[in-house]
């Protein structure tokens, strides 16, 4: 039987708090198939952010398991994990995670070149579709902050991931931008084949992906 391409299993994350435990995850468990995407909404502090990043192996849970195409990443070191992240997964963060010193050209085509499978072709065609054209020889600085949000949707896609991880990906945009942009988004997804998880507080954008599931008390509610 063919692997999930994401399973999530019984994953829990605890953190100290005023000299207390305090439970952020208890017990969640998703599967994410390849072309499907996932809505991850709950109230702030609700752990969404926590289980992205798990999901991503930028930390790890205290119990339970992260596998991505059937292989267990908690059994990798930092450096395996980093080059599961470089090779397969795209990440798009609240905070963009822009490299300043580097021209937007070179930001979008970054990933794709560490990952040796750039295509400038496919960046060209990327930054087409999300109205950056205009602004390839430009610097993050000289972006306004939906443009760089752009600018990071464009990066997590040029390496054609297996997985992307959405963090908030349109929280920077107004209403008409954001859906614009999201459209793209799941477009871009559906053509290169990947998953999507995309963390949001918008309901009604959580209604477009094909799945929602709601964190609430640690844990997971329709998934």
Avoid: W
Wanted: net charge negative; hydrophobic share 40%; glycine share 10%.
């Amino acid at each position: 039987m063919t692997a999930s391409l994401l399973d999530l299993r019984d994953i829990r994350k605890t953190y100290p708090s005023d000299g207390k435990t305090l439970t952020i995850l208890d017990g969640v468990s998703l599967k994410l198939e390849a072309e499907e995407t996932v809505a991850l909404t709950g109230e702030s502090g609700s752990g969404k952010s926590t289980l992205l990043h798990l999901t991503g192996g930028l930390d790890q849970p205290d119990a339970g398991q992260v596998r991505l195409n059937g292989q267990d990443i908690g059994m990798l070191d930092d450096a395996g994990r980093a080059l599961m992240r470089r090779d397969r997964i795209g990440l798009i963060f609240q905070q963009f995670n822009l490299v300043p010193s580097l021209t937007i050209a070179a930001n979008i085509a970054l990933q794709a070149r560490l990952a040796g499978r750039h295509d400038a072709t496919f960046c060209a065609e990327l930054a087409a579709r999300l109205g950056l054209s205009e602004m390839l020889s430009r610097y993050p600085e000289q972006l306004s902050g939906g443009q760089q949000q752009r600018v990071a949707i464009a990066r997590a896609l040029a390496h054609r991931p297996a997985l992307i991880l959405a963090d908030e990906p349109t929280g920077n945009l107004d209403e008409e931008t954001g859906d614009a942009v999201l459209t793209l988004l799941l477009e871009l997804v559906a053509e290169t084949g990947a998953g999507l998880l995309m963390v949001t507080h918008s309901r009604r954008l959580a209604g477009r992906l094909s799945r929602h599931a709601n964190l609430s008390r640690g844990r997971l509610e329709g998934n």
